[in-house]
């Protein structure tokens, strides 16, 4: 089996934002297609899985962008998966444009979980065994979140359409959260360069999350998603995006 997997896609107006420039969620959706069309070609498709009572979700990443592509271009995907660790597969993913140009990399942390508990799996207690290989162009490792307050609040609640198969909400419609927050007039100036986002738990169907966050003066947005119940307030995800200028 091949190790690096590719496939193309075309940018439209479903995937780019007010500006015509790629949604850092819609990249996120392109990686997790990738991914599962070559999970699949190694381990089994999501139905093979759910035979098992298995299946995959993403605990962090990290993005990388040199340049968003824009509405119309057709983009380049490669994605390979790297050394399973203790706990984790890492994936990583390349994006091209047409001429070749390297337009961002990203590396995800891949886990399996149990349908039925919810819980972790851990690599060679699923039955699926993965090769990888780390080919030291990888972007780095996403780290874990320090825990913060912040000054700003919001609070969501999830919808129908940001469900997936596995009936929790799509770990790419988190970013999508986080554009929500910001003003059209910033995102007509700026875009993300980088970004860290660590899933810790699962918001379910009509879960509320409050949200807290704040900007400082170097463009850096850092954000802490929790919900409280009868066992007090749970940490649901974080994230970290670094936000430069940016000249349409």
């Known amino acids: ?46 139905e093979q899985l759910q035979e098992k009572h298995l ?3 993403v605990t962090r990443h990290f993005l990388e962008v040199f340049r968003l592509p824009r509405v119309g271009e057709t983009i380049l995907l490669k994605t390979w ?23 961002f990399r990203m590396v995800s942390l891949w886990v399996l979980m149990d349908t039925q508990k919810r819980s972790l799996v851990l690599p060679g207690k699923g039955g699926l065994h993965i090769d990888g290989c780390n080919r030291g162009c990888e972007a780095p490792i996403p780290s874990s979140l320090t825990p913060g307050q912040y000054e700003n609040a ?14 929790h909400m799509n770990n790419t419609r988190y970013l999508d959260w986080v554009d929500d927050l910001l003003p059209l007039t910033f995102h007509k100036t700026h875009r993300v360069q980088s970004c860290t986002v660590c899933y810790l738990q699962e918001l379910l169907p009509e879960s509320r999350c409050d949200l ?4 400082d003066d170097g ?23 670094q936000f430069t200028e940016d000249v349409l």
Do not use: C
């Open 81 to 103: 998966p790297m050394v399973t660790t203790r706990v984790a597969y890492p994936r990583a993913v390349e994006g091209y444009s047409a001429d070749g140009t390297r337009l």
């Open 219 to 241: 463009g850096l947005l850092r954000l802490e998603g929790t919900r409280s119940d009868s066992t007090g307030e749970k940490r649901i995800f974080a994230a970290q995006i």
């Open 212 to 215: 807290s966050w704040q900007m």
């Open 55 to 57: 299946f995959w979700a």
């Open 1 to 46: 089996m091949e190790m690096i997997y590719e496939k193309e896609y075309q940018l439209t107006d479903m995937q780019t934002d007010a500006f015509g420039r790629v949604k850092p969620s819609a990249l996120l959706s392109f990686a997790q297609d990738i991914a599962g069309a070559h999970a699949a070609k190694l381990s089994g498709n999501w």
């Open 154 to 167: 919001a609070t969501r609640s999830v919808q129908y359409s940001e469900l997936d198969r596995n009936r």
